[in-house]
């Protein structure tokens, strides 16, 4: 019997905050104000910011496990408050601001938050939680505070750290030992089936994901890097960014509540932003602006946009690859912490033709180290190189084993994987590619049509900007396919053109009896296509057909 002899450090928030604060130090932290003035400060500044919120949180009573909720932008006091709470022991619960103040309530009850940290700008928000049922025990306002409590002045009710060294006094601040399977964070789903669910992170699951997240192979952040989260820490943690900078030291810029493509252009060629991270319909805007304003904006020579929480059009990619810029595919769920796959052709590819290497990058992509995949329909793993679709199953250190309070147990299989609820294949090169929601498939005469497949080809024409396509019910098929489009500014295209175009790859059945030009498709908080709403709205389209 061989006995490991290596020391067992727990993997907790305190190794980031430690190395940001003594080995990062000097790395900077640029915030966006609701003003649009530029505020700078540094991790060395943050660490130990939020050290204080820590201490001042454990002086306000706050035990372990309990919720500190956040309704924030993207901002450095946020960075501190997601370093700062789980240092007390207790759990960061970032509430998603975009979702109906209902909700959000439902949320912060269900969480059973006990305080909130709130951007003075989203005050008015606040009050409408608070009118819909929600209640904190404390309230502390970043920025002014009018009649609540401030965020600045329950940092300065921090006392020293009660250490080994210091004479015990009531007035120090004992931080717990934490320890790695602690919970650190909750994020809940967006709801789109169902109620939102927690799904409670470790601050092991956050360590590992934060690891592997920086790798080359995955999204390559390095302290050189000058790193943009578009993607709203209210949305799966920024997609575990801020941990990812805070760990490798890459100087950061929080956008704030300007999102809109020329503000974002902005900050992007202001501060030589190398590595920006957000939702497709971001890049599509950012595309646009540049098109039509050519040379406006000086960006960093191979700025790398990474893209997940929807598919990627392939035109996308490749539109920005004309630009000099280059878009990064990723895939991943609340309930992966996100990352589970990433699109990067592999070298032993590097030289195929521009088509295959397209069609791969448009792809979901293969899992980074530590995680897994398979697809499995009810015939068992649909293998590489198989036409047919299954579901996308996941497991990992960082993919959640449950929701809080254990709710739809139906979402593991027997054998202890996630079932994502996405429909996919897997190609000859092991490429995992998405087709569909499960939910979103639409069935015609017996036979399944993916809607994602449709609309992903859709969004190659030259003219289309977006196309959500959705199944709606139909007396004689039961279901038929419907494709609401928007067109690119100043482009033109007939449905009968845009229907041939979907012929020219799809068979007969798949083709959307109607496309509907609108101006814009309806969108979820995260920025996907509001599905749901599109089904309502068109649901007695075929009422009156033979
Ligand atoms: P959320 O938990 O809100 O982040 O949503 C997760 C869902 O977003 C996944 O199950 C997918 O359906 C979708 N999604 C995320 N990334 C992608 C992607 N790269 N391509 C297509 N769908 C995606």
Not at 304 to 317: D, K, N, T, Y
Not at 516 to 522: G, H, K, W
Request: hydrophobic share 45%; with cysteine; glycine share 8%.
């Amino acid at each position: 019997m061989t006995t490991a002899t290596m020391m067992d450090v727990p993997l907790t928030i305190e190794l980031v905050l430690d190395r940001a604060e003594r080995w990062m130090s000097a790395s900077e932290v640029v915030s966006r104000r609701p003003d649009k003035s530029l505020h700078r400060t540094t991790y060395g500044a943050v660490a130990q910011r939020a050290r204080k919120l820590a201490r001042a949180l454990v002086v306000a009573g706050i035990q372990r496990g309990e919720r500190v909720a956040t309704l924030m932008w993207n901002h450095a006091e946020h960075l501190e408050a997601y370093l700062g709470i789980p240092l007390a022991g207790a759990v960061t619960h970032t509430l998603n601001l975009r979702l109906h103040p209902d909700e959000i309530a439902f949320i912060a009850n269900d969480a059973r938050d006990r305080f909130l940290i709130v951007d003075d700008v989203l005050l008015p928000l606040y009050d409408k939680i608070v009118a819909a049922g929600a209640s904190f025990e404390r309230v502390f306002v970043v920025g002014a505070s009018g009649k609540h409590e401030s965020y600045e002045e329950l940092l300065a009710t921090a006392p020293p750290e009660l250490t080994a060294g210091s004479s015990a006094s009531i007035s120090l601040a004992q931080l717990p030992d934490l320890a790695e399977t602690d919970a650190l964070g909750v994020c809940y789903t967006s709801g789109t089936t169902g109620k939102p669910k927690g799904v409670v992170y470790s601050h092991r699951s956050t360590i590992l994901h934060s690891l592997v997240a920086a790798l080359p192979d995955a999204l390559d952040l390095a302290r050189a890097d000058t790193l943009l989260p578009v993607v709203p820490m209210f949305h799966v943690n920024a997609w575990g960014l801020p941990f990812v900078a805070a760990m490798t030291g890459a100087k950061i810029v929080f956008p704030g509540p300007h999102l809109d493509p020329p503000s974002l252009l902005d900050l992007l060629a202001a501060e030589k932003v190398t590595v920006a991270a957000g939702v497709p319909t971001i890049w599509l805007g950012i595309r646009e602006q540049l098109d039509a304003n050519p040379g406006k904006w000086q960006l960093q020579p191979g700025l790398r946009m990474i893209v997940g929480g929807s598919a990627a059009p392939e035109q996308l990619i490749r539109d920005f690859d004309r630009l000099g810029l280059t878009l990064l595919h990723a895939w991943g769920m609340t309930e992966t912490s996100p990352i589970g796959l990433v699109s990067r052709v592999p070298p032993h590819l590097a030289g195929a033709d521009e088509a295959t290497r397209y069609k791969l990058r448009a792809k979901q992509g293969t899992p980074p180290p530590l995680v897994d995949v398979r697809v499995r329909n009810w015939q068992g793993d649909v293998p590489a190189d198989d036409k047919t679709n299954g579901e996308l199953l996941v497991r990992g250190p960082w993919v959640a084993r449950q929701y809080a309070g254990g709710h739809t147990p139906d979402r593991w299989t027997k054998d202890g994987w996630f079932r994502t609820g996405d429909v996919a294949r897997v190609d000859e090169h092991g490429f995992v590619q998405l087709t569909d929601r499960v939910a979103d498939m639409i069935k015609s005469g017996g036979e399944w049509i993916c809607s994602q497949e449709v609309e992903n080809h859709l969004m190659g024409h030259p003219a289309v900007r977006e196309a959500a396509v959705i199944g709606v019910p139909h007396p004689k098929w039961s279901e038929r396919p419907i494709a609401t489009v928007v067109l690119r500014p100043g482009a033109q295209a007939s449905a009968d053109e845009l229907r041939a175009h979907v012929g020219a790859k799809f068979a007969k059945f798949w083709i959307p009896d109607t496309i509907v030009f609108v101006d814009a498709i309806p969108r979820t908080s995260a920025g996907k296509f509001k599905k749901t709403e599109l089904r309502e709205t068109y649901r007695d389209h075929f009422k009156d057909e033979p």
